[in-house]
């Protein structure tokens, strides 16, 4: 494999890409001092506000203004009044251990398709901050519920979340707590000098997150694969060249623990692909990532 073999790892991921957020808010989640609302041709207000609904059916909050999202995107603007509802919502979970939250999030069929859909990706987006507030990641429920949205025409929608608060389901618990997700494999851009940081990186990041959020006991260990091309001693060591690169950018971008990261190397002893051609070599040149239980 034609790369430089002697890089230091600090030196040799590059950033192709203009940062986007400042490290200490939640990328996509905005908070906004005014929002506007909805208004149906009737000049009937439709934003019916932001409420979260007890097990016993009573009300434990309604704020006048719910979150907004935009058409086509994981982005969620919550208004300044509204800011306060992740500490009532922990507050409430504190007092009573055995309930757990059900994030309610809408979504489109007219919206573009991804995977997840977009009300479960904008969901995850609350359950962050919900986390940040201090709720316990084996206590939330994402619900994505598909419906017809009239969006603005600017592509906004500002009723598409509610909270309901139901009876804490061990079994889901413990099958959460035993859970792996499948290992993911992934096709950086490799240079002369290692990995470049691009949005394939920062996608695999973000899942790498999302899953440790879902199951703060998952332990990932990142495997370097190469080609053949070379001998095999440099190609084991330029795999774990590249997997000790993309070990550090989960930690040191992404704020995952270091001890739940590990690094190692398969050189070119796992081949998925033919050698003999470029395509095949360029398959082979791949980064793996593995969960299991800590």
Do not use: C
Not at 12 to 30: A, C, F, G, H, R
Not at 200 to 217: C, D, G
Not at 219 to 246: E, P, S, W, Y
């Amino acid at each position: 494999m034609a790369l430089n073999k002697n890089n230091e790892i600090n030196q040799v991921i590059k950033d192709t890409s203009q940062p986007k957020y400042q490290e200490d808010t939640l990328p996509l989640v905005k908070e906004t001092q005014t929002t506007n609302q909805n208004v149906n041709s009737s000049n009937t207000i439709i934003n019916q506000g932001l409420t979260a609904i007890t097990q016993e059916g009573d009300v434990l909050f309604k704020y006048s203004e719910n979150i907004v999202i935009q058409k086509n995107s994981d982005v969620v603007i919550i208004p300044e009044k509204t800011q306060g509802f992740k500490y009532k919502l922990n507050s409430y979970l504190l007092e009573y251990p055995d309930t757990e939250l059900v994030i309610e999030s809408k979504y489109s069929a007219e919206e573009n398709i991804e995977t997840p859909n977009y009300g479960a990706l904008r969901a995850q987006k609350i359950k962050s901050l919900l986390l940040q507030a201090g709720v316990s990641p084996e206590r939330i429920v994402i619900k994505p519920h598909i419906t017809p949205i009239d969006f603005k025409g600017d592509g906004t929608f500002n009723n598409a979340f509610s909270f309901t608060i139901q009876p804490l389901n061990l079994e889901r618990v413990i099958a959460l707590e035993n859970e792996v997700p499948e290992s993911m494999t992934i096709y950086p851009n490799f240079s002369g000098s290692g990995i470049l940081i691009s949005p394939t990186l920062e996608k695999a990041m973000q899942e790498v997150k999302t899953a440790l959020e879902n199951n703060p006991n998952l332990k990932i260990t990142v495997v370097g694969h190469t080609d053949n091309v070379g001998n095999a001693l440099d190609n084991h060591k330029i795999g774990l060249d590249f997997a000790r690169q993309m070990r550090w950018y989960l930690i040191a971008k992404g704020g995952i623990a270091k001890e739940k990261v590990v690094a190692i190397s398969e050189g070119e002893s796992q081949a998925i692909a033919s050698n003999n051609t470029e395509k095949g070599r360029r398959l082979n040149q791949r980064i793996e990532l593995k969960f299991s239980l800590d």
